[in-house]
């Protein structure tokens, strides 16, 4: 599987805008890049995942280099609930979809 | 938007008793859900992959016959410990996608947290 990496934490304070950085040099061509997050004790919560092209959702945006080798996920303004363990993870479409590899991730603080 | 619920959300047992874990899509049909778990301060670790109607395929590692996988219904899979001894408390998550061969948003449960006595 091809790999991600994240810095292990990030800090940010309230309503201000997040860019978590993710590094993943060896993808393939066919695989998506996802972002899901997960608060202390409970499961992981779908944030995004992209292809190429950048996207945008009510929590998040993603943007993906053109080279696809790094991608930033954008929290455009944190909140408190924002505080969370964020996972940059690389998985296949058809057959192989949901099998995801999770990495470490980033430890998420935002401070009030 | 889906919701895919687990139970118990908590269980104590003592060492050598088995316990079942239920996963449940709750607003859609699932024919493949997938289990986890994730030890304190860890990130997940995928442990098998259960098909409905067929056998789970499990992850390099994982016992299959310490961690009975059953996929009875397009909307429950159960995940039982078998015999579990203190180095089986974990936390156990599941997770399901909407639809097969889909490249979208996967919906996971809330967990389900084992201590073993």
């Known amino acids: 599987d091809a790999k991600t990496t994240q810095p292990n934490s990030m800090e940010s304070n309230e309503e201000e805008p997040v860019h978590l950085p993710c590094n993943h040099s060896?993808?393939?061509?066919?695989?998506?890049i996802h972002w899901y997050r997960q608060l202390p004790s409970q499961g992981p919560e779908y944030v995004i995942h992209?292809?190429?092209s950048n996207v945008n959702n009510r929590m998040a945006s993603l943007a993906i280099a053109e080279d696809r080798k790094s991608s930033t996920l954008i929290l455009h303004r944190a909140t408190l609930r924002d505080a969370a363990v964020y996972y940059c993870?690389?998985?296949?479409?058809?057959?192989?979809?949901?099998?995801?590899?999770f990495g470490q991730g980033t430890i998420l603080t935002v401070h009030p | 938007g889906a919701v895919v619920s687990q139970h118990p959300s908590r269980v104590i047992c003592k060492s050598g008793t088995s316990v079942k874990i239920e996963c449940r899509s709750l607003d859609f049909q699932a024919t493949t859900m997938f289990w986890y778990r994730q030890f304190p301060k860890k990130s997940l670790m995928l442990m098998a992959t259960?098909?409905?109607?067929?056998?789970?395929?499990?992850e390099q590692g994982v016992e299959k016959d310490k961690f009975l996988i059953n996929h009875a219904s397009l909307t429950l899979s159960t995940l039982t410990v078998t015999s579990a001894h203190p180095e089986d408390s974990s936390f156990y998550i599941c997770?399901?996608?909407?639809?097969?061969?889909?490249?979208?948003?996967?919906?996971f449960g809330e967990g389900s947290r084992l201590t073993v006595l």
């Open positions: 259960s098909n409905e109607g067929s056998k789970a395929t499990y």
């Open positions: 992209g292809l190429t």
């Open positions: 997770s399901a996608a909407r639809q097969a061969l889909s490249t979208g948003e996967l919906f």
């Open positions: 060896t993808i393939s061509g066919t695989d998506y």
């Open positions: 993870i690389l998985g296949a479409g058809g057959t192989s979809y949901g099998k995801l590899t």
